[in-house]
C-alpha cells in the first residue's frame, strides 16, 4: 500500500491514489490525482476511474503517495464522489484479512461489502423510483433529461447516460438524483422488503369532553346505532390496552370495515398504519422491566464473569430457554458503556419478532440491514452507522461489513447455522468467524448463541478457549416437547401406513385439529417426485445443464433442476424405451401438500418452501396466516425449523428422518441432530408440551436417541474422536479447491496437474482430484481437490500463500485455458 502524504498539500505537487476496484483483480491499480483535487482526495473516499479501455467504475481509495507506479503509466482521476470518507481506516483492514484469509482479492470483498448505491459502474442499470412524487420544475438541465429519457426507455444504464449528456463524468449527477431518491438501482428492483403494517384506532381528542361525548352518542344513537357500538366497544378496549387494532375493534363490537371508514369520515376515529411483527410474540413480550428467571440470571453472571477473561464466550441454552432477555441484558451494558453493538441472525425474514422485541428497548438507536431492503434503504443504514446514529445494529450476515468506529458487543444468534456461510460468489467467509475477528479489532466481546453449537464452538469452549455458559431448561418451566420414534418399516408391515404418515402421526394430527391447534410437517426435499423412472428400461430424465436427475413439480408440470433452474415439460412417453410405464419415486413438500389434502379434506393446509416463498412477501404471509390460525397444517423444508414461535404449534412431525442422516459428510450427524433438535424445538412453546414423532427406517440410530435426550454432549463425545482420527475440524483446518472447466478430458489435465503441483508442497495432506456428488453444474464439469492441515505446529498464513503462489504460476500455463478455480477456506 502507498504511503500517506501529508494532507497539507502545495497547490503543485503530484499525488497518486492507490485504489481498490470492485473486481477479482490480483492487485490495486494506482492513479494520478489532478493538481485541483489534492485536497478532496482522501482514505476511504469513493473515487471515479476508467479501467480497461472504457469501463468506468466507482473505486475506493486505499492510499495516497507521491510516487509514480514503476511498471505502467497512471491514469488520472475522473471524479472524487464523496465530502468525506464512505470507508473507514478499520474496514479497510478487514476487507484485507477477509481476502487474505478467504484467498480471494481485495475487490471481490469490497464488491461484496458496499451497498449497490455505493459502486455504480458502467453497467449499472438506473430506474425511476416508483415511490417518488418528482417535482420536475425542481430539476437541473442534467436531471431533466436523464428523467425524461428514463420515461421512454425505463432502464437505462450508466454508459447509456454518459452518452445522453455527451460527457464521461457523470456520477455525480447520479449521486445527487439518488440522494433526492429521484432514481433506483436495478440490484434491489426484483425483490423490496416490506414490513407487515396493521390499522389502528384512535378517538377524536375532542371527544374526551364529557359533554361532546354525551352529544355524540345520542347523535349516533339516533342515526347510526351500529356506529355507537363501535365507539363504545373502542372506549372499553381502550382501558384494557395502550393501543386498538382495527381488527380488534371489528372483532370486539361486530361492527364492518365500512362502519370503521364511515367513523373516520366523520373524523371520530383516526386510523394509524404502523409497522408490526409477523411473529407471534405478544402473548411472549417483555415488560420494559422484565425480570430473569434463576437460570437465565446464571448464565448471564457465568457470561459477565467469563468476559473478564475470555473475549468470546458460547452461550448453550435448550431451545426456548430465553436466550434473548440475556442478549438484551448484555447490549444493555454496552450501550450504557458507550459502545455500538452487532447483533447477527442467520435469517432477517425468519426473526422479524427479534426486531421488534429490540425496538422496545431501544427504539430509535437500533438499525436493521439485509439484503431485502431496497437500496436506498441500506446506504441510509450505512450512512447512520457512520453517523453513529444508530448504537444497535440488527443484520444478516453481510452487516459484518458496516462501518462501525466503536464496537463493543457482538451477538451471533444460531451460531451453528450454515446461513453465516457465503458460498458464491467470494469472498466465502463465515460470518461468525468475520465477527469474531472484527470484534478483535476493536477489543469487543463476542457472545455465541445456540441450543445446538457448532462442534468448532462447542469444542473452543470446552478446551478453554471460549467461555461456556448453559441453560439447560425452558423459560417459564415449559416442558421440553415429547418425542415419539416410529419405524416406518414396522408400520408398512402391520399395512397401517396412510401414504407416507404412520398411524401415530395421523392419529396426532387429527388430535391437535380437533383441539384447534396447529401442526408443522418436515420433509427435507422440495417439489413433488425427485425422480421420474421408467419401469421398463429405468430411463431417468436429466438435466442438460447439470448432472443431476430433475425433480417433477405438481403445480407447474414441468421437470425442474434445482440447480441452474432448467426445466421442461413433465413425459409420459419414455423417450428411450418409448414405453408409458413412467412412475415417480420419492417424494417432497409438494406430494406431501397434495396427500395431506385427500386424507384430510377439511384441513387448511399450506407449503413453506423455495417455491412457495419466491414471490414477493410470500414468507411474511405465509407466517402471518399461521399467526391468525388461517393454516391447520404447515408443510415445510428445513424453513420451518428457523425462528417460528407460535402459541398453537403443538404437534411436529418429520416424515423421513434417514434423508439427513444418510447424507454422504462428515457433519452428518452433527447436522442431523442440530436439524432434528432445531425443529423439535418450534412444538409447545408456550405453557402446553409438545409432541414430535420422527418417522424412521432405523428407530435404532445413535443419533435419534441422542435427539430424544436432548443429550448434545453425548453426540459430541461420540462423534469427536471420529473427527480427530480421519483428520477433520476442529482439529484440522480445511480448505476445498474446486476446478471448473466446460470440457471434461481438459479438467481432467488440469485437476490432476494442480494436484501433483500441491503435493510437491504439502504432501499427503492433498486428497484429490475427486468428482463431487453434483460433479457438472450450469455445464461446467467440476472436480474437487480438499486440503487438510493441522491446526498445530503449521503455519496457515504460509500455507495460504503457497497455495496462492501455485495457483498464479497454474494460471501462466497454457493449460489453464478455460479453467475457473474457486478456493473455499473452512468449506462447510
Given at each position: 500500500?502507498?504511503?500517506?502524504?501529508?494532507?497539507?498539500?502545495?497547490?503543485?505537487?503530484?499525488?497518486?491514489?492507490?485504489?481498490?476496484?470492485?473486481?477479482?483483480?490480483?492487485?490495486?491499480?494506482?492513479?494520478?490525482?489532478?493538481?485541483?483535487?489534492?485536497?478532496?482526495?482522501?482514505?476511504?473516499?469513493?473515487?471515479?476511474?476508467?479501467?480497461?479501455?472504457?469501463?468506468?467504475?466507482?473505486?475506493?481509495?486505499?492510499?495516497i503517495g507521491t510516487e509514480a507506479p514503476q511498471k505502467y503509466e497512471a491514469k488520472y482521476l475522473l471524479e472524487v464522489l464523496d465530502d468525506?470518507?464512505?470507508?473507514?481506516?478499520?474496514?479497510?483492514?478487514?476487507?484485507?484479512?477477509?481476502?487474505?484469509?478467504?484467498?480471494?482479492?481485495?475487490?471481490?470483498?469490497?464488491?461484496?461489502?458496499?451497498?449497490?448505491?455505493?459502486?455504480?459502474?458502467?453497467?449499472?442499470?438506473?430506474?425511476?423510483?416508483?415511490?417518488?412524487?418528482?417535482?420536475?420544475?425542481?430539476?437541473?438541465?442534467?436531471?431533466?433529461?436523464?428523467?425524461?429519457?428514463?420515461?421512454?426507455?425505463?432502464?437505462?444504464?450508466?454508459?447509456?447516460?454518459?452518452?445522453?449528456?455527451?460527457?464521461?463524468?457523470?456520477?455525480?449527477?447520479?449521486?445527487?438524483?439518488?440522494?433526492?431518491?429521484?432514481?433506483?438501482?436495478?440490484?434491489?428492483?426484483?425483490?423490496?422488503?416490506?414490513?407487515?403494517?396493521?390499522?389502528?384506532?384512535?378517538?377524536?381528542?375532542?371527544?374526551?369532553?364529557?359533554?361532546?361525548?354525551?352529544?355524540?352518542?345520542?347523535?349516533?344513537?339516533?342515526?347510526?346505532?351500529?356506529?355507537?357500538?363501535?365507539?363504545?366497544?373502542?372506549?372499553?378496549?381502550?382501558?384494557?390496552?395502550?393501543?386498538?387494532?382495527?381488527?380488534?375493534?371489528?372483532?370486539?363490537?361486530?361492527?364492518?370495515?365500512?362502519?370503521?371508514?364511515?367513523?373516520?369520515?366523520?373524523?371520530?376515529?383516526?386510523?394509524?398504519?404502523?409497522?408490526?411483527?409477523?411473529?407471534?410474540?405478544?402473548?411472549?413480550?417483555?415488560?420494559?422491566?422484565?425480570?430473569?428467571?434463576?437460570?437465565?440470571?446464571?448464565?448471564l453472571t457465568d457470561i459477565q464473569n467469563h468476559f473478564k477473561e475470555k473475549e468470546v464466550v458460547l452461550l448453550h441454552g435448550v431451545t426456548?430457554?430465553?436466550?434473548?432477555?440475556?442478549?438484551?441484558?448484555?447490549?444493555?451494558?454496552?450501550?450504557?458503556?458507550?459502545?455500538?453493538?452487532?447483533?447477527?441472525?442467520?435469517?432477517?425474514?425468519?426473526?422479524?419478532?427479534?426486531?421488534?422485541?429490540?425496538?422496545?428497548?431501544?427504539?430509535?438507536?437500533?438499525?436493521?440491514?439485509?439484503?431485502?431492503?431496497?437500496?436506498?434503504?441500506?446506504?441510509?443504514?450505512?450512512?447512520?452507522?457512520?453517523?453513529?446514529?444508530?448504537?444497535?445494529?440488527?443484520?444478516?450476515?453481510?452487516?459484518?461489513?458496516?462501518?462501525?468506529?466503536?464496537?463493543?458487543?457482538?451477538?451471533?444468534?444460531?451460531?451453528?447455522?450454515?446461513?453465516?456461510?457465503?458460498?458464491?460468489?467470494?469472498?466465502?467467509?463465515?460470518?461468525?468467524?468475520?465477527?469474531?475477528?472484527?470484534?478483535?479489532?476493536?477489543?469487543?466481546?463476542?457472545?455465541?448463541?445456540?441450543?445446538?453449537?457448532?462442534?468448532?464452538?462447542?469444542?473452543?469452549?470446552?478446551?478453554?478457549?471460549?467461555?461456556?455458559?448453559?441453560?439447560?431448561?425452558?423459560?417459564?418451566?415449559?416442558?421440553?416437547?415429547?418425542?415419539?420414534?416410529?419405524?416406518?418399516?414396522?408400520?408398512?408391515?402391520?399395512?397401517?401406513?396412510?401414504?407416507?404418515?404412520?398411524?401415530?402421526?395421523?392419529?396426532?394430527?387429527?388430535?391437535?385439529?380437533?383441539?384447534?391447534?396447529?401442526?408443522?410437517?418436515?420433509?427435507?426435499?422440495?417439489?413433488?417426485?425427485?425422480?421420474?423412472?421408467?419401469?421398463?428400461?429405468?430411463?431417468?430424465?436429466?438435466?442438460?445443464?447439470?448432472?443431476?436427475?430433475?425433480?417433477?413439480?405438481?403445480?407447474?408440470?414441468?421437470?425442474?433442476?434445482?440447480?441452474?433452474?432448467?426445466?421442461?415439460?413433465?413425459?409420459?412417453?419414455?423417450?428411450?424405451?418409448?414405453?408409458?410405464?413412467?412412475?415417480?419415486?420419492?417424494?417432497?413438500?409438494?406430494?406431501?401438500?397434495?396427500?395431506?389434502?385427500?386424507?384430510?379434506?377439511?384441513?387448511?393446509?399450506?407449503?413453506?418452501?423455495?417455491?412457495?416463498?419466491?414471490?414477493?412477501?410470500?414468507?411474511?404471509?405465509?407466517?402471518?396466516?399461521?399467526?391468525?390460525?388461517?393454516?391447520?397444517?404447515?408443510?415445510?423444508?428445513?424453513?420451518?425449523?428457523?425462528?417460528?414461535?407460535?402459541?398453537?404449534?403443538?404437534?411436529?412431525?418429520?416424515?423421513?428422518?434417514?434423508?439427513?442422516?444418510?447424507?454422504?459428510?462428515?457433519?452428518?450427524?452433527?447436522?442431523?441432530?442440530?436439524?432434528?433438535?432445531?425443529?423439535?424445538?418450534?412444538?409447545?412453546?408456550?405453557?402446553?408440551?409438545?409432541?414430535?414423532?420422527?418417522?424412521?427406517?432405523?428407530?435404532?440410530?445413535?443419533?435419534?436417541?441422542?435427539?430424544?435426550?436432548?443429550?448434545?454432549?453425548?453426540?459430541?463425545?461420540?462423534?469427536?474422536?471420529?473427527?480427530?482420527?480421519?483428520?477433520?475440524?476442529?482439529?484440522?483446518?480445511?480448505?476445498?479447491?474446486?476446478?471448473?472447466?466446460?470440457?471434461?478430458?481438459?479438467?481432467?489435465?488440469?485437476?490432476?496437474?494442480?494436484?501433483?503441483?500441491?503435493?510437491?508442497?504439502?504432501?499427503?495432506?492433498?486428497?484429490?482430484?475427486?468428482?463431487?456428488?453434483?460433479?457438472?453444474?450450469?455445464?461446467?464439469?467440476?472436480?474437487?481437490?480438499?486440503?487438510?492441515?493441522?491446526?498445530?505446529?503449521?503455519?496457515?498464513?504460509?500455507?495460504?500463500?503457497?497455495?496462492?503462489?501455485?495457483?498464479?504460476?497454474?494460471?501462466?500455463?497454457?493449460?489453464?485455458?478455460?479453467?475457473?478455480?474457486?478456493?473455499?477456506?473452512?468449506?462447510?
Open positions: 500500500m502507498l504511503e500517506f502524504a501529508d494532507n497539507h498539500h502545495t497547490d503543485r505537487l503530484t499525488l497518486f491514489a492507490e485504489v481498490i476496484l470492485p473486481l477479482a483483480i490480483a492487485k490495486n491499480y494506482t492513479y494520478r490525482v489532478p493538481y485541483e483535487m489534492n485536497d478532496a482526495v482522501a482514505v476511504g473516499k469513493r473515487v471515479m476511474v476508467q479501467f480497461g479501455k472504457s469501463k468506468l467504475y466507482t473505486a475506493i481509495v486505499a492510499g468525506r470518507p464512505v470507508v473507514t481506516q478499520q474496514q479497510l483492514e478487514f476487507w484485507k484479512w477477509l481476502a487474505d484469509y478467504y484467498l480471494c482479492n481485495v475487490g471481490e470483498v469490497m464488491a461484496a461489502a458496499l451497498p449497490a448505491a455505493l459502486k455504480l459502474a458502467s453497467e449499472t442499470k438506473i430506474m425511476l423510483n416508483p415511490d417518488g412524487n418528482i417535482d420536475r420544475s425542481l430539476l437541473h438541465d442534467k436531471e431533466f433529461l436523464i428523467v425524461d429519457a428514463l420515461d421512454i426507455q425505463p432502464i437505462l444504464s450508466v454508459s447509456d447516460i454518459v452518452k445522453l449528456l455527451g460527457q464521461k463524468i457523470v456520477m455525480p449527477v447520479l449521486k445527487s438524483m439518488f440522494d433526492k431518491n429521484i432514481i433506483h438501482i436495478s440490484e434491489e428492483v426484483s425483490e423490496r422488503y416490506k414490513p407487515r403494517k396493521r390499522s389502528y384506532i384512535k378517538l377524536n381528542s375532542l371527544y374526551n369532553e364529557p359533554d361532546m361525548r354525551r352529544e355524540l352518542f345520542a347523535e349516533l344513537e339516533r342515526r347510526a346505532p351500529k356506529q355507537a357500538d363501535a365507539v363504545l366497544a373502542y372506549l372499553k378496549l381502550s382501558r384494557e390496552q395502550p393501543l386498538v387494532s382495527k381488527n380488534d375493534l371489528m372483532e370486539a363490537s361486530g361492527a364492518s370495515a365500512a362502519i370503521i371508514k364511515a367513523l373516520s369520515d366523520k373524523e371520530v376515529f383516526y386510523i394509524e398504519e404502523r409497522n408490526v411483527s409477523r411473529l407471534y410474540y405478544e402473548e411472549f413480550d417483555l415488560a420494559a422491566n422484565f425480570e430473569l428467571s434463576e437460570a437465565q440470571q446464571n448464565a426456548s430457554s430465553g436466550k434473548t432477555e440475556i442478549y438484551i441484558r448484555l447490549v444493555e451494558e454496552a450501550l450504557h458503556a458507550g459502545k455500538q453493538v452487532l447483533y447477527l441472525l442467520p435469517e432477517i425474514a425468519l426473526t422479524t419478532h427479534v426486531i421488534e422485541r429490540l425496538r422496545k428497548y431501544f427504539g430509535n438507536d437500533i438499525g436493521v440491514y439485509h439484503s431485502r431492503f431496497n437500496d436506498n434503504e441500506r446506504v441510509e443504514v450505512w450512512q447512520k452507522v457512520l453517523n453513529h446514529e444508530y448504537k444497535v445494529v440488527l443484520g444478516a450476515r453481510s452487516a459484518v461489513f458496516l462501518p462501525f468506529d466503536n464496537l463493543g458487543l457482538v451477538v451471533v444468534d444460531e451460531e451453528h447455522e450454515t446461513s453465516y456461510k457465503q458460498f458464491d460468489p467470494a469472498p466465502r467467509y463465515n460470518a461468525r468467524d468475520a465477527a469474531i475477528y472484527l470484534a478483535g479489532r476493536y477489543q469487543a466481546k463476542v457472545l455465541l448463541g445456540s441450543a445446538t453449537p457448532s462442534f468448532e464452538s462447542y469444542f473452543n469452549a470446552r478446551t478453554g478457549k471460549f467461555g461456556l455458559a448453559e441453560i439447560t431448561e425452558r423459560f417459564g418451566g415449559v416442558s421440553l416437547p415429547e418425542i415419539e420414534v416410529v419405524s416406518i418399516t414396522e408400520e408398512t408391515k402391520k399395512k397401517t401406513m396412510q401414504s407416507h404418515f404412520s398411524s401415530v402421526l395421523m392419529n396426532d394430527i387429527q388430535t391437535a385439529l380437533t383441539n384447534k391447534e396447529q401442526v408443522i410437517l418436515f420433509q427435507n426435499r422440495r417439489g413433488y417426485a425427485p425422480v421420474l423412472v421408467c419401469r421398463v428400461c429405468a430411463f431417468t430424465p436429466k438435466c442438460i445443464n447439470c448432472d443431476v436427475s430433475l425433480t417433477y413439480h405438481k403445480s407447474s408440470a414441468h421437470l425442474h433442476c434445482h440447480y441452474c433452474g432448467y426445466k421442461e415439460e413433465s413425459l409420459s412417453v419414455c423417450p428411450a424405451c418409448g414405453s408409458t410405464h413412467l412412475e415417480y419415486k420419492g417424494f417432497g413438500t409438494e406430494k406431501i401438500e397434495d396427500e395431506l389434502q385427500v386424507l384430510l379434506p377439511d384441513a387448511r393446509i399450506a407449503r413453506m418452501d423455495l417455491d412457495t416463498t419466491r414471490a414477493r412477501n410470500a414468507y411474511q404471509n405465509l407466517l402471518n396466516d399461521l399467526e391468525e390460525k388461517r393454516i391447520d397444517i404447515l408443510v415445510g423444508t428445513q424453513m420451518v425449523a428457523k425462528g417460528l414461535d407460535f402459541a398453537d404449534v403443538t404437534v411436529i412431525g418429520i416424515i423421513n428422518a434417514d434423508s439427513l442422516l444418510k447424507y454422504p459428510d462428515y457433519r452428518a450427524n452433527e447436522r442431523s441432530f442440530q436439524m432434528l433438535a432445531q425443529v423439535s424445538g418450534r412444538a409447545g412453546r408456550r405453557g402446553k408440551q409438545g409432541k414430535v414423532v420422527i418417522q424412521t427406517y432405523n428407530p435404532q440410530h445413535r443419533v435419534i436417541g441422542q435427539v430424544i435426550s436432548n443429550d448434545y454432549k453425548e453426540l459430541y463425545l461420540s462423534e469427536i474422536d471420529e473427527r480427530k482420527n480421519f483428520k477433520y475440524p476442529p482439529f484440522y483446518r480445511i480448505i476445498q479447491m474446486d476446478i471448473k472447466h466446460k470440457d471434461a478430458e481438459k479438467l481432467h489435465y488440469q485437476a490432476e496437474y494442480l494436484a501433483v503441483e500441491l503435493r510437491k508442497h504439502f504432501g499427503d495432506r492433498v486428497i484429490g482430484p475427486e468428482y463431487p456428488l453434483v460433479s457438472r453444474i450450469r455445464n461446467f464439469y467440476i472436480k474437487s481437490i480438499m486440503l487438510k492441515f493441522e491446526k498445530d505446529n503449521i503455519s496457515i498464513v504460509k500455507v495460504k500463500s503457497v497455495i496462492r503462489d501455485v495457483i498464479l504460476q497454474f494460471q501462466t500455463t497454457q493449460l489453464s485455458k478455460g479453467c475457473i478455480i474457486q478456493p473455499d477456506v473452512d468449506p462447510y
